[in-house]
């Protein structure tokens, strides 16, 4: 079955480029899309369509696709990009349903 | 404008059912899909369902299948999910999402501020 793969954490100082790697059979056949989760927040959409960015969302935030593996890059991070992150896509293949990567925590040092 | 509102979560023991609210604006329901998503403590978020924007497809996580489901009242704008036979492991913050798409499985654009559901004896 379909399984998408972070790692659980990152950490970067202020001013680097954190990335953020997701890895999955579905990535294949999928777009990949991407959800930024402040502490006590709702999460919000950061990249659609693996490299795609929504109106208002900072142009340091960037996606790439390479075969089974995307990849969210933040340059130039900031503190207030400390969150979790999460890749998400779908299966309509084997099975109907959205698949969650397990989330990466950003942790600005 | 889009806006998502989410109610009807609260503490409820094992075996439970609740019925949470996702009332809607700014679009129309027969556009766009709707799904919720959770988030356990600790952990991270969870596929949950999905209704498609034409109302006639439906699907679950096998987790909640058969226990869990979602429909919607297009003249309140409204999105539901009745959660019945609730486990301890259905502990989480439910989040009602809009999806891109009318076909739905698709992403999520919007999202609403989640309502708590608790399960515990």
């Known amino acids: 079955s379909y399984e998408l793969t972070q790692p659980p954490s990152v950490s970067v100082s202020p001013g680097q480029t954190a990335r953020i790697t997701c890895s999955g059979d579905?990535?294949?056949?999928?777009?990949a899309y991407w959800y930024q989760q402040k502490a006590g927040q709702a999460p919000v959409q950061v990249i659609y369509?693996?490299?795609e960015r929504p109106s208002g969302i900072p142009e340091r935030f960037s996606g790439s696709s390479s075969g089974t593996t995307v990849t969210l890059t933040i340059s130039g991070v900031q503190a207030e990009d400390e969150a979790d992150y999460y890749c998400?896509?779908?299966?309509?293949?084997?099975?109907?349903?959205?698949?969650f990567g397990g989330g990466t925590k950003l942790t600005v040092l | 404008e889009v806006e998502l509102l989410e109610s009807g979560g609260g503490l409820v023991q094992p075996g439970g059912s609740l019925r949470l609210s996702c009332a809607t604006s700014?679009?129309?329901?027969?556009?766009?899909?709707m799904t919720w998503v959770r988030r356990p403590p600790g952990k991270g978020l969870e596929w949950v369902s999905t209704?498609?924007?034409?109302?006639?497809?439906?699907y679950y996580a096998d987790s909640v299948r058969g226990r869990f489901t979602i429909s919607r009242d297009i003249s309140k704008k409204t999105v539901f999910l009745q959660v019945s036979s609730l486990r301890t492991e259905d502990t989480a913050v439910y989040y009602c999402?809009?999806?891109?798409?009318?076909?739905?499985?698709?992403?999520?654009?919007?999202w609403g501020q989640g309502t708590l559901v608790s399960v515990s004896s």
């Open positions: 999402a809009k999806e891109d798409a009318v076909v739905g499985l698709t992403s999520f654009d919007h």
């Open positions: 700014g679009f129309s329901l027969r556009d766009y899909a």
């Open positions: 579905a990535l294949t056949k999928k777009y």
């Open positions: 369509k693996d490299n």
């Open positions: 998400q896509s779908s299966d309509t293949t084997e099975s109907y349903r959205v698949i």
């Open positions: 209704i498609s924007g034409s109302g006639h497809y439906t």
